[in-house]
């Protein structure tokens, strides 16, 4: 069984960044995707940035370019936040897609990391 672990939130200023990672442990054949989301106060979770295994990413349209999401080896991925804005506070969670030694296709996710951008 997978767990994910995520870490990197915290305060930070407008304007600023921050780093996230999502850390995968336990037994697995392949993560095929590792996928960032975002659960704002009052909001529903939204789907902020994914990486596959090999290598292709996705991003919500509204977040191009101002985060970026990169997999430095095949059990972590990192959501590189820059330019921050109040608006981007949320709980985030990494999610990973995984087949297992019997083949099985299962979605694990983690606790999620609170972001607070405010000054």
């Known amino acids: 069984q997978v767990q994910l672990v995520e870490s990197g939130g915290g305060l930070v200023q407008p304007g600023g960044s921050l780093r996230l990672s999502c850390a995968a442990s336990g037994s697995f054949l392949i993560i095929t995707a590792l996928t960032w989301y975002r659960q704002g106060p009052g909001k529903e979770r939204e789907l902020v940035a994914s990486i596959n295994s090999g290598g292709s990413t996705d991003y919500a349209d509204s977040l191009k370019g101002r985060f970026t999401i990169s997999r430095p080896n095949a059990r972590r991925t990192d959501l590189q936040m820059n330019s921050l804005v109040p608006e981007d506070t949320a709980v985030y969670y990494c999610?990973?897609?995984?087949?297992?030694?019997?083949?099985?296709?299962?979605?694990?996710w983690g606790q999620g990391t609170l972001v607070t951008v405010s000054s």
């Open positions: 999610k990973a897609r995984t087949i297992d030694s019997r083949n099985r296709d299962l979605e694990v």
